[in-house]
T-cell receptor
């Protein structure tokens, strides 16, 4: 069975500071990994994904994440936070097979301080 | 291109009532899923479908039914609503294989009193 753990339900950073949201996963097969963002009262939007190939993946809005198999991690980073980045972020894993059922972490709410 | 459309956006039900949450997608996606989102628990899979006529249970299927008569539609039925089903429900769709990730609807906020 697959699982996802997001370290920290709330993260607060200053505008212009580095954003680091942590995600660790458990999977018995090579995983597909995703980060989604949810703005208030909206659905989830795909930020970036890792399936195969290059382990450093770049997404929208300046975010990137690195797949580290040895650490079973897929942490999300952004060099300089912007006020518009305030949202909830979800890490998810699937086995890339069958129905690609996604297993989500519990989410991390990112607050940006001016 | 509307993507994934969910209706209604908000609903209040009394305990024991039934209702159907509608979900439609216009991207010709074969895979469709229903998730519920509860505070501190992320999103949990209720039911999913890999194509018309094929459905299966997810992590939290009790109290919900689904059917998939067309590629476009994947309604979620609550047979007898309970307060524990108060949640935000998301429908999502995807192409099979390739790890493309799901496209999500904007959600239905359901309150059962």
């Amino acid at each position: 069975a697959q699982s996802v753990t997001q370290l920290g339900s709330h993260v607060s950073v200053s505008e212009g500071a580095l954003v680091l949201l942590r995600c660790n996963y458990s999977s018995s097969v090579p995983p597909y990994l995703f980060w989604y963002v949810q703005y208030p009262n909206q659905g989830l939007q795909l930020l970036l994904k890792y399936t195969t190939g290059a382990t450093l993946v770049k997404g929208i809005n300046g975010f990137e994440a690195e797949f580290k198999k040895s650490e079973t991690s897929f942490h999300l980073t952004k060099p300089s936070a912007h006020m518009s980045d305030a949202a909830e972020y979800f890490c998810a894993v699937s086995d890339g097979q069958g129905a690609q059922k996604l297993v989500f972490g519990q989410g991390t709410r990112l607050t940006i301080n001016p | 291109n509307a993507g994934v459309t969910q209706t209604p956006k908000f609903q209040v039900l009394k305990t024991g009532q039934s209702m159907t949450l509608q979900c439609a997608q216009d991207m010709n996606h074969e895979y469709m899923s229903w998730y519920r989102q509860d505070p501190g628990m992320g999103l949990r899979l209720i039911h999913y479908s890999v194509g018309a006529g094929i459905t299966d249970q997810g992590e939290v299927p009790n109290g919900y039914n689904v059917s998939r008569s067309t590629t476009e539609d994947f309604p979620l039925r609550l047979l007898s609503a309970a307060p524990s089903q108060t949640s935000v429900y998301f429908c999502a769709s995807s192409h099979p294989g390739g790890g493309g990730g799901y496209t999500f609807g904007s959600g239905t906020r359901l309150t059962v009193v």
